[in-house]
């Protein structure tokens, strides 16, 4: 089958590989229907997440159709149309029982204490064989999985896998509460459907935060006010916008990628922090192998951080989905203490969140397809790929045809 496999740092090729098999009696194989390119796969390529083992296939989000399953998956049939929770989880531990399938004891091939295990990731996290393939095994099955209710199509569905619940579970985090204030910084798939979420919880305003103008005008037509941070100070703006208080809850999702400012009154400060951002992407990015404008990591680790614990009011609550890997270890603790403010952060429980989500898409609710902006076959995902990491115009999620 096709694949996409990541062979190194800036090194990505659509390969032949051999079509999975049953391993485990808990395993399911499916054939997909529907991937998607995540801002995640990017953290792999451009080296600001380390430690990928050769010949990982990439991907954490998917559709398909069972095709086959293994003696212990009793709740599923050849046949059945499913979408892949991106976090593997197997629903029987005390960490799956108590909601919190990100962290299950079971999933992870390198033991209880090692974290969230999910498709296409570094060898922390297994490594486990990702979705932008034509089939893939899914581990733990029964609970990795879970049915699509007739209503709602594989577009639909592919936005369920991960961005979606991703950003519901932001914005529980932030404890959103009906007359609130909500700062969101990044306004990629993610930010985009952490709006959406904001608003679905009562959030009375919701400030969108990003430099690129197609994204903000998305967050724009969701009913967001926007700042542009290459034109104004984001913090002023904010504080403006809050009657000088600050927001009541701000939410990262940008993650270790951040950009500071390279233009505009926000730029003065980025100049004077410009070697804490060196040392910075230094420790989270050792290995970088840019390619004519592609696999760039981010310029300022922490700056989505800073203007968010700046940005938010006193006593406030930071939420933190944006990926940063376990090599980043600089974090403005003091100004957040110093604030009393309450953070909460972490990998989303798929599980948990889907089966909700796929309800509200169903009854029509909300339709994630808003969101998506280009369908491209898997034999064109190296140059979507590359039009998404340089942040093109347009180019603000992609779905992947893995049979087409």
């Known amino acids: 089958m096709r694949a996409l496999v990541w062979h190194a740092v800036g090194d990505i090729r659509l390969d032949t590989v051999p079509d999975p098999q049953i391993e485990q009696p ?102 486990v064989n990702g979705l932008q393939a034509e089939k893939a095994r899914i581990p733990y099955a029964a609970n990795t999985l879970v049915k699509i209710p007739d209503g709602v199509s594989d577009e639909q569905a592919i936005l369920i896998s991960d961005i979606f619940p991703t950003a519901w579970f932001g914005a529980e985090l932030a404890d959103i509460s009906r007359g609130d204030i909500v700062v969101v910084f990044g306004c990629g798939p993610v930010g985009q459907f952490t709006i959406a979420s904001a608003f679905l919880m009562g959030a009375a305003r919701v400030i969108a935060v990003d430099s690129h103008v197609d994204r903000l005008a998305m967050a724009r037509r969701q009913g967001a006010f926007t700042v542009n941070f290459e034109r104004e100070d984001p913090v002023a703006v904010i504080k403006q916008l809050t009657g000088g208080t600050g927001a009541d809850a701000v939410i990262d999702a940008v993650g270790v990628d951040s950009q500071h400012a390279h233009h505009g009154p926000a730029s003065d400060e980025a100049e004077q922090k410009a070697d804490k951002f060196k040392q910075e992407v230094e420790q989270v990015a050792p290995e970088t192998h840019p390619q004519e404008g592609n696999w760039v990591p981010g310029d300022a680790p922490t700056q989505a951080l800073e203007w968010a614990i700046a940005s938010v009011k006193k006593a406030g609550r930071l939420s933190i989905i944006g990926v940063y890997p376990p090599t980043a270890e600089i974090f403005p603790i003091g100004k957040a203490m110093n604030k009393n403010l309450t953070m909460k952060m972490g990998n989303c429980n798929h599980h948990t969140i889907i089966p909700h989500l796929l309800e509200l898409t169903r009854s029509g609710v909300i339709d994630p397809v808003g969101v998506l902006t280009n369908v491209e076959p898997l034999s064109n995902v190296i140059d979507a790929y590359k039009h998404f990491d340089k942040r093109e115009p347009g180019w603000i999620k992609t779905e992947l045809m893995p049979q087409a």
Not at 28 to 39: D, E, P, Q, R, Y
Not at 71 to 89: M, Q
Not at 93 to 105: E, I, S
């Open 26 to 127: 808990s395993d399911a194989v499916i054939k997909l229907t529907a991937s998607a390119i995540c801002g995640t796969d990017l953290h792999f390529i451009r080296g600001t997440f380390s430690n990928m083992q050769q010949g990982t296939i990439l991907g954490h989000e998917g559709v398909g159709i069972v095709e086959s399953v293994g003696d212990e998956v009793r709740n599923f049939t050849p046949g059945d149309r499913v979408v892949v929770c991106s976090t593997v989880s197997c629903g029987v531990c005390p960490p799956c029982r108590a909601g919190h399938t990100a962290q299950c004891d079971n999933a992870n091939p390198n033991g209880p204490e090692a974290g969230t295990c999910f498709f296409g990731g570094p060898q922390a996290t297994g490594p």
